[in-house]
């Protein structure tokens, strides 16, 4: 018994201690120095981090509202027709992202610089491989630019998801 705790308490110790060491090190070689930012007080790694300064959105509505002007209308849009695909689906925010919910959550979607993000899952992506040719994507994530928002498309996406469970 005893030799069995010791050897354990042994290998914790080792893995404290090099986590400890890697952080000292990111420390001493000024990896870990962090920009504050005046405003709202948020740490970044990055200095002058572009960041949504003020209080977190609560609403669809309020993160909408908080992106850039000539973006609005595009989130909007999107919105609709998620709405539309999912009527009983609940309007939230997960992860800090517009998210619509029915007993889990079933997709997100996200503002970023050069396009909106959907969330649907990696199961969706891979189904949905064929028709997303022309779309940047990575395991989860549909890259649709502000332009380019295909309705019929994503309302099929949102539907299967919620259909088949797959979800992100
Ligand atoms: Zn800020």
Redesign the pocket.
Known sequence: MIGITGQIYGQIGKGFGDTAEESMRERESGKTTMWK??????EFKKKEQG????EKPKTIDEYILSQDADKQEALQHIRQILRNALPEAEERISWSMPTYWKKHNILHFAASKGHIGLYPGPAAVMQFAEELQSYKTDKGTIRIPYGGIDAALIEKIAKWCWETGNHA
């Open positions: 930012c005046p405003k709202c007080g948020r960041h949504y300064c003020g």
